[in-house]
Every structure is written in structure tokens, then in C-alpha cells.
């Protein structure tokens, strides 16, 4: 999504050439032991994974980063050595490690495997099917999708109060209305991803029958488009991720995709299916966690980094201690 959805089947080629120079120059993706004193709390309880050696990997943005520990100190608490390969650039080098078995799993996106990886157009809108397409399709890659948690985090528009209250904008159907009175109205600020993207804006405008003018549209990096909504002169929309606490913390409003165009980008388990053969015990472990896993945690857990400043790793922690799922210290 935002490089961690990258369409292009060029990429894709190029990342199989490449993947391994992904995997050794990034962060801590040449493996960085995890070494922190964790225990089971309510998971992990007998430590059915002792002697288990496993690697987590993740994206390299922050939400899957965030992910990417709370696996490892799972792991970690159920009795595994865990190697710490997460921060990899772009979606390709991520799902590339786990595929190759360089990595035994992360959290991924139902959307992004069905779309990106699997090569699909059309998204399937009941998140649970799309999760069960996605599982199902998956498995000739050597990949086992466990179930997914309630956290989607999909595209969506977004705008500052001032705007939603001056042109009384709720829905995307709304903008769309908007632009055919008043096309200088509709300004967007959008990454490069997204203004290119099918699932991004050229399908959006599609589904909702904008003809938006090019001029309406400017592109900048996925940081700078929150500052640039929450000041609201430079656009008066713009992308945003539903799971982002940017969102609350600036005090923007999402819109309503009230014809459901966005696809359903439900974080789940993506294991190697030989990792998951040798050691079943992982998706008893994972279960209790990516169930607690959803949009208003998962805001919480991001703004916790991009807006507090925050490291993903102890931010992982925290949450998994205050859940109860472990503890720190040797039990």
C-alpha cells in the first residue's frame, strides 16, 4: 500500500532478481536477534515453540513494522529464537522473504495478496471471502494466510473540519456532486502510489464518475499529505489509510466509500507453509493476538510512533504486556 502495494509486474520482476539485496539493506533486515526477557502470559503458555529458530519480517512503513514485533515477541514469549528481518523496502522484498522461506512470516494484507501478489483486478467486497480467496489461492506459492483480524487498513479520502463543515462533504458520492458544481473545490493531495494506482485514484474516480482535472491534482510524499489536508489550502482532500492515527490526531474526517470501491485490506498471518509444518504451534499462538487486532488499536499503536516519536519495537511490546498476552521477565 503506498510501496507496500506496488502493482507494477515490473517490479515484481525486478524484485525477484533483486530480493536478496533487499533482504541485506534495510534497518535490521540483515538479522538482528531479538533478545528481549519476555515470557507467556495468556499465549505462548508451556512454550510450544522451544527450540524453535524463526524469522519475522514486515514492510518497511510503520503500521507493518509495528506488526512485524508484535509476531517476533509472540514468538519470543512462546520459547523461539527470533530473528528480527523487518523493515524490508517495498511489498515485493517482504513477501519475497517469506515465500523463499529467508523469512518465516509476517502480517500481510488481504487486499495486497489478492490484488498485488495474486494478480487479481477485482477485489472481493466480504472481507471474509476475500481473506478465503486469498488463502485458498496462495497455498501453490507455499503460503499459508492464517486467519485474519478485524484491522483493514484501506485507502480512503479525508478532509480538515473547516472544509467538511463549508462544503458538507460526508461521503464519497458527496465529492463527486461537488466537483460537477464546483470542480475547483475538489483539490487533492495524493502520493504517487496512489494517484496511479487501480485500486487508488484512477479507480476511485472511476467508480464514482469524477473527471477530475489534472490541475486538482498534486502529488507529494504520504507524510506531507496529512499536513497539507489538515491545513486545507493547498487541497482540500486527500489520501489517507483508515488505521492511521494521523487521522484522530490531526482531527481529520474520513469519508464514507459509500459504493464500496476501496478493497478490504485486513491484516493477517503469512507463514511459510514448510515454517508452519515444522512448527504447527504458530497459529495457536498468533490467533489470540490477531483477534485483538483493529482499526481503533491499531490508530492508537501508529500515532504512538508517527506523531508521539515512539519505537515500534517497545510500542509492540507495551501493548502486547498491557493486553496480557505476555510479560516481561522471565514468568
Known amino acids: 500500500m503506498r510501496g507496500r502495494r506496488l502493482r507494477s509486474r515490473l517490479w515484481g520482476a525486478v524484485a525477484l532478481l533483486g530480493v536478496g539485496a533487499l533482504l541485506g539493506g534495510c534497518g535490521l533486515v540483515s538479522g538482528s536477534p531479538m533478545s528481549d526477557d519476555v515470557s507467556p502470559g495468556t499465549v505462548g503458555r508451556g512454550l510450544p515453540l522451544k527450540g524453535a529458530e524463526l524469522t519475522v519480517t514486515s514492510k518497511e512503513f510503520t503500521e507493518n513494522i509495528i506488526l512485524g514485533q508484535i509476531m517476533g515477541l509472540v514468538f519470543k514469549a512462546a520459547g523461539a529464537t527470533v530473528i528480527d528481518k523487518t523493515n524490508i523496502q517495498g511489498t515485493i522484498g517482504a513477501r519475497e522473504a517469506v515465500r523463499t522461506g529467508t523469512a518465516d512470516g509476517m502480517y500481510e494484507y488481504t487486499g495486497t495478496g489478492w490484488i498485488t501478489h495474486l494478480g487479481h483486478v477485482k477485489p472481493i467486497p466480504d472481507p471474509q471471502r476475500q481473506w478465503e480467496a486469498v488463502r485458498d489461492a496462495d497455498l501453490r506459492n507455499g503460503i499459508v494466510w492464517l486467519p485474519p483480524s478485524r484491522l483493514n487498513n484501506t485507502y480512503a479520502l479525508a478532509l480538515n473540519a473547516a472544509n467538511e463543515k463549508k462544503y458538507g462533504v460526508h461521503t464519497l458520492s458527496d465529492v463527486a456532486a461537488l466537483l460537477k458544481r464546483n470542480p475547483g473545490a475538489v483539490t487533492l493531495c495524493v502520493d504517487n502510489e496512489f494517484a496511479t494506482r487501480n485500486d487508488g485514484l484512477p479507480g476511485m ?127
Not at 467508480?207 to 491545513?231: C, F
Not at 488505521?243 to 474526517?253: E, F, I, Q
Not at 483493529?294 to 510500542?315: F, S, Y
Open 205 to 331: 474516480a472511476k467508480a464514482y464518475g469524477m473527471n477530475i482535472p489534472p490541475g486538482n491534482i498534486r502529488r507529494m510524499t504520504g507524510g506531507v499529505v496529512y499536513t497539507e489536508v489538515a491545513q486545507g489550502t493547498a487541497c482540500t482532500f486527500g489520501e489517507a489509510f483508515t488505521t492511521d492515527g494521523r487521522v484522530k490526531a490531526m482531527r481529520l474526517t474520513v469519508l464514507k466509500d459509500d459504493r464500496h470501491f476501496f478493497p478490504n485490506y485486513n491484516a493477517a498471518p503469512e507463514i511459510n507453509a514448510a515454517a508452519l509444518r515444522r512448527h504447527p504451534q504458530i497459529a495457536e499462538v498468533l490467533a489470540p493476538v490477531t483477534a485483538a487486532l483493529d482499526n481503533t488499536v491499531a490508530q492508537k499503536l501508529n500515532a504512538k510512533v508517527d506523531v508521539e516519536g515512539q519505537d515500534p519495537h517497545q510500542v509492540a511490546k507495551a501493548w502486547l504486556v498491557k493486553e496480557g498476552f505476555i510479560k516481561e521477565g522471565g514468568g
